[in-house]
């Protein structure tokens, strides 16, 4: 949405809906978008995992569904102070560019770290379900603009960020002690290219409404609805 200082606010979990359909990217920027349901299960599922994480980061290691990290040779990012700020603090990663015209900002999951010290964002995802091969395109936008906020406070970023999903390992067990199953998903980012990205959004959120989607299921569905209405 638009601020009074007239810059577009944006956020790194918002930026697929711009790939996803232009047309509802502008209509849910220039609105004020209907209330949702907290997502209390998800919420305390964050919690349980960066409780899991900073466990093991107290031992500069990772937990044992994760250990594949190391291989990869990538360790913990070891200043739990630093990360807690990023995590609890909207305002503390934020980019402003009075420019082009956004502010961009966001809280971040984890940091994981290269060899050389290098920052690499990580993001917990929990679900029912094990992730589709192509969940990445959902993803990689917001892990891209967790590093370019990371390279605009003056960090070193990597090209790679991962996914650690989390889901349900057996829908069919009536206990109540759910077992999960874990999956780390490699996924390559481009700073640079979400840059180029973020002045395309601002400039079509600045032009008139690019008009209905016919090729969105939502666009489709709220036109649908509009003409039964006018019936």
Not at 26 to 55: C, E, F, G, Q
Not at 62 to 85: H, S, T, Y
Not at 181 to 201: A, F, G
């Amino acid at each position: 949405m638009k601020l009074k200082s007239g810059l577009w606010r944006l956020s790194p979990s918002s930026l697929y809906a711009y790939s996803e359909c232009k047309s509802c990217f502008w209509v849910d920027n220039h609105y004020r978008r209907a209330p949702m349901l907290p997502l209390l299960l998800n919420t305390a599922m964050d919690s349980i995992l960066k409780n899991r994480y900073d466990k093991y980061r107290k031992q500069k290691t990772f937990p044992p569904e994760a250990k594949e990290l190391l291989k990869e040779g990538i360790k913990p990012f070891m200043d739990l102070e630093k990360l807690e700020l990023w995590r609890e603090k909207m305002s503390s990663l934020q980019v402003e560019d009075e420019e082009v015209g956004y502010v961009l900002r966001g809280k971040i999951d984890d940091i994981l770290l290269e060899a050389d010290g290098r920052f690499v964002p990580a993001d917990y995802k929990s679900s029912g379900n094990a992730p589709a091969e192509d969940k990445q395109k959902y993803y990689r936008d917001q892990l891209a603009a967790y590093g370019f906020m990371f390279k605009k406070h003056g960090y070193k970023v990597s090209n790679r960020a991962y996914l650690l999903h989390y889901f349900v390992k057996d829908k069919s067990n009536p206990s109540i002690d759910v077992k999960f199953d874990s999956h780390v998903d490699l996924v390559k980012i481009n700073p640079t290219r979400l840059e180029r990205k973020l002045k395309e959004m601002v400039k079509l959120l600045n032009e008139k409404y690019p008009g209905h989607n016919p090729d969105c299921e939502k666009c489709a569905f709220y036109v649908g609805r509009h003409r039964k209405s006018k019936k």
